[in-house]
């Protein structure tokens, strides 16, 4: 995995984030990363759908505190052999971005990590993209799924960014301006 750069529009600004892990802490980590960041087109079809909401989990997110009771989950033995486990999430290493992109796809209840009967309704479109959820579907059906997230993100005490696009037509996901009137996508 290769560091990266990711375009938000915020009400300040375009804001760039490198996404970049430091070489000592990764130069002898023989794993891999694996999350589905797919190309730009893959998130083009829900243009068709009537309206979107946009959220943003927090950047400060990656220093969330890990419950006790899912702790052993984050176990691993040192050079010593001496067995830790993580009290926080990890953050510049190689899994910081897939454990961020777990943790905000089961928030936005996608139904590639969550049981379907906490997953989103058929009727809406989620995507997520590491800390970035659109949802995609009718103006009503979108803000309503849009307030589950935001009950699920309240649940785990998970920080939502302030700027989001409820039931909009036209936003800024992933550095590109979409538009649901029929004239489509613009850059």
Not at 1 to 19: D, N, Q, S, Y
Not at 26 to 45: G, M, Q, T
Not at 48 to 57: H, K, N, P, T
Not at 96 to 113: M, N, Y
Request: glycine share 6%; charged share 20%; with cysteine.
């Amino acid at each position: 995995m290769m560091p990266f750069l990711v375009v938000e529009e915020k009400a300040t600004g375009l804001r760039r984030r490198w996404i970049a892990w430091p070489r000592d802490k990764n130069s002898d980590d023989p794993y891999e990363a694996n999350f589905p960041l797919l190309h730009i087109s893959h998130y083009l079809l829900p243009v068709m759908a009537e309206a979107a909401s946009c959220l943003d989990v927090k950047a400060s997110f990656f220093q969330v505190s890990l419950p006790r009771e899912t702790r052993h989950l984050f176990r691993c033995r040192v050079e010593d052999g001496t067995l830790v486990e993580l009290t926080r999430l990890p953050m510049g290493y190689k899994v910081s971005p897939e454990i961020l992109q777990i943790i905000t796809s089961a928030i936005a209840g996608a139904t590639t990590v969550v049981h379907r009967l906490w997953a989103a309704p058929p009727l809406v479109r989620i995507v997520v993209w590491i800390g970035n959820i659109r949802i995609a579907g009718s103006k009503s059906g979108a803000t309503l799924w849009e307030a589950q997230v935001l009950r699920n993100a309240d649940s785990c005490h998970a920080s939502m960014g302030e700027d989001r696009e409820s039931g909009a037509t036209q936003y800024t996901f992933l550095g590109v301006q979409f538009d649901h009137t029929p004239d489509g996508i613009s850059e």
